[in-house]
């Protein structure tokens, strides 16, 4: 056995070193949440319009934005990271997914 060893107890293992605490940060909002960010009105205001509202989920605390619910009315979307499906709900609708850096 190695517990035995002189210098067993210490380093042990593989280390990691150049650790980043937030490599994989990307708080989510879901399509059905997607209005609340544009802010209040704006869905109205846009609603028989030939202009559509941009929303930028970066700026409101969001990196990636996810399908759940659905999108009734065209919208440009300004995020990090979507998920294919969501992009298609989007696209379906009439709308357009940027992506940020």
Do not use: C
Not at 12 to 31: D, Q, S
Not at 40 to 45: A, D, F, I, S
């Amino acid at each position: 056995m190695d517990k035995y060893h002189p210098g067993y107890f210490g380093k042990v293992g593989m280390r990691h070193f150049h650790l980043k605490k937030n490599a994989n940060w990307r708080p989510v909002v879901n399509l059905d949440k997607l209005w609340t960010l544009a802010g209040e009105g704006v869905r109205e205001k846009y609603k028989n319009t030939e202009k559509v509202p941009v929303v930028d989920a970066l700026e409101n605390g969001y990196g990636k934005v996810l399908a759940k619910g659905k999108v009734s009315q065209p919208v440009i979307v300004r995020t990090r990271f979507v998920s294919r499906r969501a992009e298609e709900k989007i696209k379906a609708a009439g709308g357009v997914v940027e992506l940020i850096a």
